[in-house]
């Protein structure tokens, strides 16, 4: 008689279990914009100055060719996620110091500064010779409070944005306008100062004009007639509120960009938190969602493949958990436009042969941007074999393909965008495609389109998602185990100490509600002052500052009890403490 493993029952029993008390949340429309800042109206001081550019590149087909090939040749190889650009180095660095209390109007080195409505503002323009798009990265930034940036092109509007877009490496990427140049425009409050480099840009392959430019030739076969205009409620009921959840993202990894799809999706509270699901693949760093610009209602105007609308993107992101395991990821935007829809989900599996849904942005072409929002259709298939290796095991992936009723295909852009059933409901999330002969091939029925299971990423998200999960627990303080409570109590500050014989605790003081002391030997010799700063108000982050008057190894562990968030930081044994200014440690509320 064969007798089942103890443990395979164990796990058929939890499987049950999660079937049986599977939770749920229902799709929300949000008729109000969420989180929409406003900023002053950009000085235009470049283009009041005439200012030439202050550094210029030649066209990218002359002197870096080869990196246009290698995007090329990444999407047409089906490389996940697809490439949308290529960084290039500006060839010296550009440093900016500008504004104090005698700050002066006029040229500034290959910028210029004026003083402007609200303070003192410093601009400067930079151009890639026949750029169709192009990003700056600015690093080493020391922005005060109150600092507005904004960036423009030759046509079209500026584009303002703030300090929380610096991630904790204190680098930006600004956002992107279309043409060959970018002004740049930073204005601090008078008798402030501010400081960064200019080294590098990226040269984005596409503009976002208003006409798709592909040859009708070209067009891959399984997208024909699947523009989401093209598609009516008869084949998915969810239709409106899927096209408006769906967003188009473009990130950088590195220095690397990239695009992808992801989905808003709704808490069951329904607090309207923009939460933002994608894929682990696409981004799985803060300083990657610090750069995302996400494009809402990017959608041709009619069937016909052509014109098309997208609304102004949607700059930065928090990231609150990501994981390989199920190809996971949840963001929070920082805002989100009128009239969306937060997706609803569940933890129920889907059962084989549940019809699955999706709207995503596929890079379907090697030389072509992204496609607006496209349909496609797959059926779930419980018994097709996992993906060569062992990769993508069930049951943390969802296996599905269009035979038997499926239509539409995915590439690479199409990562990370949710799988749905006809109610709108998530259950996972775009990994790609396996077991066929080229799994680039999104209009290849053979291939199996494998999907990130929402049922077992839940345990992950279900503290910002679940009304009944899990949460962090709350910061208790001991003060001889070298823990602290800061900020109303929302963070934990621990410090320990090493002076050659292991990790010891240190003993803590509560100086103030935001400031702690600590020392290990003698009360009278306090060795690390630690504060943290709610800086909510401008940059939507918590700093952490902390300065010693050691060289015994010291970590601090930093906790936030609301979400769970952790950061450490560490100064080597043997070593004179380094100062810590970490003005984007945690992100708000």
């Given at each position: 008689m064969f007798r089942k493993p103890a443990v395979l029952l164990s796990a058929v029993a939890m499987l049950v279990c999660s079937i049986a008390f599977g939770e749920e949340a229902k799709t929300h429309f949000v008729r109000e914009a969420v989180g929409m800042k406003s900023y002053p109206a950009v000085p235009r001081i470049v283009e009041r100055m005439q200012l030439a550019p202050a550094m210029t590149l030649r066209p990218a087909t002359e002197a870096v060719p080869e990196a246009i090939e290698a995007v090329l040749q990444w999407n047409a190889e089906g490389r996940l996620p697809a490439k949308n650009g290529f960084s290039r180095s500006l060839g010296e660095t550009m440093a900016v110091s500008f504004g104090g209390v005698e700050a002066k109007s006029g040229l500034h080195g290959r910028g210029a500064v004026a003083a402007t409505a609200n303070g003192t503002t410093w601009g400067a323009s930079f151009r890639v010779e026949n750029a169709k798009r192009i990003r700056l990265r600015l690093d080493d930034v020391d922005l005060p409070a109150g600092t507005t940036l904004w960036v423009y092109g030759t046509t079209g509007d500026a584009r303002a944005f703030d300090t929380s877009l610096v991630d904790a490496g204190q680098s930006l990427w600004t956002p992107s306008v279309d043409g060959d140049t970018l002004h740049l425009e930073v204005e601090v409050p008078a008798g402030t100062s501010a400081?960064?480099?200019?080294?590098?840009?990226?040269?984005?392959?596409?503009?976002?004009?208003?006409?798709?430019?592909?040859?009708?030739?070209?067009?891959?076969?399984?997208?024909?007639?699947?523009?989401?205009?093209?598609?009516?409620?008869?084949?998915?009921?969810?239709?409106?509120?899927?096209?408006?959840?769906?967003?188009?993202?473009?990130?950088?990894?590195?220095?690397?960009?990239?695009?992808?799809?992801?989905?808003?999706?709704?808490?069951?509270?329904?607090?309207?938190?923009?939460?933002?699901?994608?894929?682990?693949?696409?981004?799985?760093?803060?300083?990657?969602?610090?750069?995302?610009?996400?494009?809402?209602?990017?959608?041709?105007?009619?069937?016909?493949?052509?014109?098309?609308?997208?609304?102004?993107?949607?700059?930065?992101?928090?990231?609150?958990?990501?994981?390989?395991?199920?190809?996971?990821?949840?963001?929070?935007?920082?805002?989100?436009?009128?009239?969306?829809?937060?997706?609803?989900?569940?933890?129920?599996?889907?059962?084989?042969?549940?019809?699955?849904?999706?709207?995503?942005?596929?890079?379907?072409?090697?030389?072509?941007?992204?496609?607006?929002?496209?349909?496609?259709?797959?059926?779930?298939?419980?018994?097709?074999?996992?993906?060569?290796?062992?990769?993508?095991?069930?049951?943390?992936?969802?296996?599905?393909?269009?035979?038997?009723?499926?239509?539409?295909?995915?590439?690479?852009?199409?990562?990370?965008?949710?799988?749905?059933?006809?109610?709108?409901?998530?259950?996972?999330?775009?990994?790609?495609?396996?077991?066929?002969?080229?799994?680039?091939?999104?209009?290849?029925?053979?291939?199996?389109?494998?999907?990130?299971?929402?049922?077992?990423?839940?345990?992950?998200?279900?503290?910002?998602?679940?009304?009944?999960?899990?949460?962090?627990?709350?910061?208790?303080?001991?003060?001889?185990?070298?823990?602290?409570?800061?900020v109303n109590n929302r963070f934990k500050v621990r410090l320990t100490y090493d002076a050659g014989q292991g990790s010891r605790p240190m003993t803590a003081i509560k100086y103030t509600p935001d400031s702690g002391l600590f020392w290990f030997d003698n009360a009278n010799n306090i060795e690390v002052l630690l504060k943290m700063i709610n800086a909510c108000s401008f940059n939507q982050k918590f700093w952490v500052y902390a300065g010693g008057t050691t060289d015994v190894g010291v970590t601090i562990t930093v906790t936030d009890s609301q979400n769970g968030a952790v950061k450490t930081y560490n100064n080597v044994r043997g070593t004179k403490f380094l100062t810590i200014t970490d003005g984007a440690a945690f992100s708000c509320p």
């Open positions: 400081s960064f480099n200019v080294r590098e840009v990226l040269e984005l392959l596409h503009s976002r004009s208003a006409k798709l430019p592909v040859d009708n030739d070209d067009e891959p076969t399984c997208l024909i007639d699947q523009a989401v205009a093209c598609v009516g409620a008869g084949e998915f009921s969810a239709l409106t509120a899927a096209k408006g959840a769906v967003g188009q993202m473009e990130f950088t990894v590195g220095n690397t960009p990239y695009v992808c799809s992801g989905t808003l999706i709704t808490d069951q509270q329904q607090s309207v938190t923009p939460y933002f699901l994608t894929a682990n693949h696409c981004i799985s760093t803060q300083a990657s969602a610090s750069s995302l610009e996400t494009y809402f209602d990017f959608q041709f105007k009619g069937c016909q493949w052509g014109e098309y609308d997208y609304l102004p993107p949607v700059s930065g992101a928090t990231l609150l958990t990501t994981s390989a395991t199920t190809d996971v990821t949840l963001l929070r935007l920082p805002s989100i436009p009128a009239n969306r829809y937060l997706l609803g989900w569940t933890t129920t599996p889907p059962a084989n042969g549940t019809v699955l849904h999706r709207i995503s942005h596929p890079v379907a072409l090697a030389g072509v941007p992204a496609f607006p929002q496209m349909y496609s259709r797959t059926i779930l298939k419980a018994t097709s074999p996992a993906c060569s290796g062992g990769s993508k095991p069930r049951p943390n992936f969802i296996y599905s393909n269009e035979s038997n009723g499926g239509e539409g295909g995915v590439y690479g852009g199409s990562s990370g965008s949710s799988i749905l059933l006809n109610d709108g409901s998530i259950v996972g999330q775009l990994w790609g495609s396996c077991n066929c002969a080229d799994a680039s091939a999104g209009c290849d029925r053979q291939c199996d389109t494998v999907d990130g299971a929402f049922s077992q990423s839940f345990n992950l998200l279900k503290t910002y998602l679940s009304s009944t999960g899990s949460q962090p627990a709350p910061c208790v303080q001991n003060l001889t185990d070298g823990t602290v409570c800061l």
